[in-house]
């Protein structure tokens, strides 16, 4: 019985030790950003990445579902990401994003806006030059300054003018 | 004698009977009063707390061997039953987070209004395996029949990414719960790795 008690404090002291650790790679849950010089890459497995980009000249994130990514101050951000995503730009040159279903593609301050969403995204551009948007299924795009944006149904869904001003792919 | 006095008198015969035993097998200032043996053989469990040397991160998992030649029976300091030993191992861990460079897409594809968009980041590889050949100087000091403990200084090639690398400075402390004569339980901490494993003294 001793023994055992002993055996178990060491495991135990081990365990312990094993549950802590910090530290500052891209990982699901923890945000990591990249910042500085001309490129950056940020790649991220798993759901729930949260990546930021700014101050760069090419910068992007690729990621999984769930995922959350930020870019600004940068010439050309770029996205690519699963479902769910909630992807930010502004104050850059050019953003293009590719995502999955119920993406939220939030653009601004930016000469060009690119997107290729899936089912059930949101997009929203203003303060740019063009806005290019490709839905693969249902999905609603507001623009503004200027009012229109090029959209693309890629899916079943066809073109629809909606009454605030929007544009769908599928019902308003 | 007073009443008072009583109840701390019979604790001091108490601890004094418990303690004995333990003192009496205290072995630390005996020299040369181990077992004898050449070579330890200690495979073991590793684990990684610490960010490794290079571009390795979070926490790393997996096994490793330690063989460790006895050098001197006696060690450097004449009055405690210290030994020295020379330690060669092998640790293979794979960790889970990766901070090297970032910044290498891999596939761009063109995305709506011509943005080049990344779909394949070099950084997407967040695992990242390990393998480190230590070299320690190993002194232990055999405090109990069944308790002894060492430190151990050294260095250590490692393999990671496909490239060696020197880490010129490694340092672990560790303990040995002896089940038997020939055989311990052995636990050992440091940087890079901690390991709990098996010894056997031979």
Sequence with gaps: MRRLTQLLLLLGLTTTLGGCHDDDVCRPGAPCECSGGSDCYVGCEGDGCNARCFQLEHCGAVCDDHCSSQCFDVQECSTSCGNDCDVSCHNAVACGAICGDRCHFDCHDMDRCGVRAGDASVIDCHNFSRCDVECTGSCRVSCASPSSCDVKCLGSAGLTQCSDGSVACGGC | ?202
């Design chain 2, 1 to 202: 004698m007073s009443s008072s006095l009583a109840p701390w008198l019979a604790s001091v015969a108490l601890v004094s009977a418990v303690c004995r035993p333990a003192a009496a097998q205290s072995t630390i200032k005996q020299p040369g009063e181990h077992q004898r043996y050449y070579f330890e053989a200690e495979p073991h469990l590793d684990t990684g707390l610490v960010d490794p040397p290079g571009f390795g991160a979070g926490t790393g998992l997996g096994v490793g061997f330690r063989g460790t030649i006895r050098l001197l029976n006696v060690g450097f300091v004449p009055k405690l039953n210290d030994s020295v030993g020379i330690g060669f191992g092998v640790d293979y861990l794979r960790y889970d987070g990766w901070q090297g460079p970032r910044g290498t897409c891999e596939r761009f594809v063109t995305g709506p209004s011509g943005v080049p968009i990344c779909v394949q980041a070099s950084s997407s590889i967040n695992h990242v395996s390990y393998c480190y050949l230590p070299v320690v100087l190993q002194w232990n000091f055999w405090l109990h029949r069944r308790w002894s403990v060492f430190g151990e200084p050294g260095l250590s090639l490692y393999f990671q990414d496909g490239k060696l690398e020197l880490a010129p400075f490694v340092l672990y402390a560790g303990g040995r719960y002896h089940l038997t004569d020939r055989v311990t339980l052995t636990l050992r901490v440091g940087y890079p790795t901690f390991s709990l494993g098996v010894s056997f003294l031979l």
